[in-house]
């Protein structure tokens, strides 16, 4: 949805400039002079509303009632228009949260200032320098002054370096404006006083002559520029407009710096955590390319086959197991790498002549611009030995042979379903953490490299901070849902319930998927019969709960569709539906749904995911005596029902 943009006018040249800036932003502008202006002007209808310079004071009580409007922006008029320059002054104190734009602005800068108003409003104000006035003459003193407070700049004046020294020590400054030649003191001598107290104030020099000033020494010393007298006030407030951009982004670009480099650090400790968990798991892992060199292995591959690592890499898997096993599952990597993973029966040799059965779990992965190969194995020797025993005792102990059979088919099936969960489990996780940590290192090196080079334009910095931070938010989200459902399993997961609005809880759901809903053009619509039901529950579960409900509804919707909250009580229950327009759940998934890592066969391949945000929400529903079930609507969809008991504390 585009932005309203109201500009009133006074026939203003630079009026007409924001228009069209405007406009290029994609904002839809309604252009109209002052005198269009009555007391009946709408101005809540405008998301921003721009005022030019030289509106006559009998309209002021008009613009009066625009104080409290949350985006509002000045045209300045140019420092040697006195007459336009006192009443704009007058219309700044009576819009004090206004933004002040000057004609000296270049294009870009102008840009870059719109968009953040378009964004954050109020968090737009430009930030203008404190200056430094220094000149022993009083008559010049003066004027200078005047027309750089006629800019809204925050000035204070000095004579001499005693009263410079008085000043910086009560006073920040940003700027430097110095006469070069003083009673007694050159303006260098002033600017390394300066220097003393303010490292980063930056220094213009004014001189009659410029042979006067030994310009590599003022270079050396940090003068950015020097002027030469008499100073026009539209060239001095463009020098000093160019020394601030330049120091502007010098503090942007280290705190760029200083926040890449706490990305790096994150990241670091993020890799250190994944590190850890694959090294200690107990089941053995292992990384081979496709000829079966071993890449790496975990502490628990090496004790299975006896090897430390740098034996256990000197060998390919080949030689390892076998050699029907080998054949086995070379014909299985030629034949089911188009499935991206599979499942290999291998036998593997001891020297005390006991072999060990293994089930192994095979996924293809990229490891470094290559295909390879993870294998995760589980030792299946128990049930190999319950199969013998079973089949000896088949002819004497029948019936007892099939109900062990049976329960041995039984806890066959159970061990496969773990696996082929774990193994699409981990084929999922292993995309969805490859993939955003790829992204992360891949941006993080392209501004690394803007850096040294020292070709850093902030849209590219921006652009790739902001992918950075995006994928460190979806790898920080997958590892929150593993230990929540972790704690869940475990039983420790903290369960703090109050009583709560719950459509105040709804709305702040709603408000968090906000972002998500707005990128596709969906709509959420809440209807609840009353505003007032409260609910005892743990808050940040229930949020949770939406959160994820919401979030599922508006990844499976198509762009431009609308999702439906409806709240409603009976019986002593809460009964709150969720349905979206997307492609619905097959009706023999339905009851699985909810299962851990699994996922619906119509959205699976298209969404993205691991399967865990709906098993989240089933656990923190029971946990509230409540149930959660799924369905298809009649007119297309999916529909989450959550039903709970709408007691009290007591």
């Known amino acids: 949805m585009s932005n309203k943009v109201l500009i009133i006018d006074s026939n203003s040249v630079l009026a007409m400039r924001i228009k069209v800036l405007f406009e290029l932003l994609g904002s839809e502008v309604e252009h109209i002079h002052y005198e269009s202006l009555d007391a009946e002007t709408e101005f809540s209808y405008f998301d921003v509303i721009a005022i030019a310079h030289g509106i006559p004071q009998e309209y002021f009580d008009t613009l009066e009632r625009l104080s409290q409007h949350e985006k509002i922006i000045l045209l300045a008029p140019k420092p040697e228009n006195s007459e336009h320059l006192s009443a704009f002054s007058q219309l700044n104190r009576v819009l004090s949260n206004a933004i002040v734009i000057y004609p000296f602005f270049g294009n870009k800068e102008i840009t870059g200032l719109l968009e953040r108003v378009l964004e954050i409003g109020e968090q737009a104000q430009l930030l203008l320098p404190k200056v430094l006035l220094v000149d022993?003459?009083?008559?010049?003193?003066k004027q200078l002054s005047v027309s750089l407070r006629g800019a809204q700049l925050d000035v204070k004046t000095a004579s001499c370096a005693k009263e410079v020294e008085t000043l910086i020590k009560q006073h920040q400054f940003d700027l430097l404006i110095c006469d070069f030649n003083?009673?007694?003191?050159?303006?260098?001598?002033?600017?390394?006083?300066?220097?003393?107290?303010?490292?980063?104030c930056r220094c213009l020099l004014m001189t009659s002559r410029e042979s006067q000033v030994d310009m590599l020494k003022a270079i050396r010393q940090g003068v950015e520029d020097v002027l030469t007298k008499p100073v026009d006030e539209n060239s001095l407030l463009q020098s000093l407009h160019k020394l601030w951009q330049t120091e502007l982004l010098r503090r942007h670009n280290q705190e760029l710096v200083e926040r890449l480099q706490d990305t790096v650090d994150a990241l670091i400790e993020r890799d250190s955590l994944l590190r850890v968990i694959y090294k200690h798991t107990p089941d053995p892992i292992m990384l081979f390319n496709l000829k079966g060199y071993v890449i790496e292995a975990n502490d628990a591959c090496l004790n299975l086959f006896g090897l430390n690592a740098e034996e256990l890499e000197a060998h390919s898997i080949f030689n390892l197991f076998e050699r029907q096993s080998v054949e086995a599952l070379q014909n299985c990597i030629e034949t089911s790498l188009i499935a991206r993973h599979f499942d290999c029966d291998l036998v593997l040799p001891r020297n005390d002549g006991i072999s060990i059965p293994l089930m192994g779990t095979f996924i293809e992965i990229d490891h470094h611009g290559e295909i390879a190969l993870a294998a995760i194995f589980k030792n299946v020797a128990h049930l190999k030995r319950k199969q013998q025993l079973l089949e000896e005792a088949k002819e004497v102990l029948e019936a007892e042979v099939q109900a062990r059979t049976y329960q041995l088919q039984s806890a066959k099936e159970a061990a496969e379903r773990a696996n082929i969960s774990k193994s699409e489990f981990l084929a999922n996780m292993s995309h969805e953490l490859r993939t955003p940590m790829h992204s992360i290192l891949s941006f993080a090196r392209f501004g690394l490299d803007k850096l040294q080079a020292k070709e850093a334009p902030i849209d590219k910095l921006n652009k790739y901070l902001s992918r950075i931070e995006t994928s460190g938010e979806r790898l920080l989200m997958l590892l929150n849902n593993l230990l929540d459902l972790s704690k869940l399993d475990a039983g420790r997961f903290p369960f703090n319930p109050s009583n709560n609005n719950f459509v105040s809880l709804l709305q702040e759901g709603i408000e968090d998927v906000s972002g998500s809903a707005m990128e596709k053009g969906i709509v959420i619509n809440l209807h609840a019969d009353d505003k007032n039901i409260t609910l005892y529950c743990d808050r940040d579960q229930m949020i949770q709960?939406?959160?994820?409900?919401?979030?599922?509804?508006?990844?499976?919707?198509?762009?431009?569709?609308?999702?439906?909250?409806y709240l409603s009580t009976d019986d002593g229950k809460l009964y709150l539906t969720i349905c979206d327009q997307g492609v619905g759940i097959p009706p023999d998934e339905l009851e699985h749904i909810f299962d851990k890592f699994a996922q619906s066969s119509k959205t699976n391949s298209g969404a993205g995911g691991t399967g865990l945000g709906l098993a989240i929400c089933k656990e923190f529903i029971l946990l509230h005596k409540g149930c959660i079930y799924a369905r298809n609507s009649d007119s297309g969809g999916a529909e989450f029902v959550i039903e709970l008991p709408k007691s009290t504390s007591d």
Not at 182 to 200: A, K, P, S, Y
Not at 551 to 556: D, E, H, I, S, Y
């Open 136 to 141: 022993h003459l009083p008559s010049r003193l």
């Open 182 to 200: 003083l009673e007694r003191e050159t303006g260098l001598d002033i600017f390394d006083v300066v220097r003393q107290v303010h490292v980063n």
């Open 545 to 565: 709960v939406v959160r994820n409900l919401l979030g599922n509804a508006l990844k499976f919707s198509p762009d431009n569709s609308q999702v439906q909250v």
